[in-house]
């Protein structure tokens, strides 16, 4: 599959989270991982996400992540 250009929700923040986010971004996907918890809670893991350029969002898994992707990884 050409994941080039794809937007992707990667769902959850733990190791496989950040494992596939990582995978799928240096394919060329447009990446956005998604988790419920709180950012300070997520500090670690959002410092590994900046520093791959990958987008994220804590709190919720709002309806826009989910409805824009081409692709979900649960």
């Known amino acids: 599959m050409d994941l080039k250009e794809k937007q992707v929700t990667v769902i959850g923040m733990a190791k496989s989270g ?8 240096s394919r060329g996907a447009k990446v956005l991982v998604s ?3 709180s950012k300070e809670r997520l500090a670690a893991e959002i410092e590994f996400l900046i520093s791959h350029n ?8 709002s309806q826009e992540a989910l409805l824009m992707a081409d692709l979900i990884v649960v």
Do not use: P, Q, R, V
């Not at 950040?18 to 971004?25: D, H, S, V, Y």
């Not at 990958?54 to 898994?61: C, L, P, R």
């Open 18 to 25: 950040l494992a596939a986010a990582k995978f799928l971004a």
């Open 35 to 37: 988790d419920a918890k």
């Open 54 to 61: 990958i987008a994220y969002e804590t709190g919720s898994h």
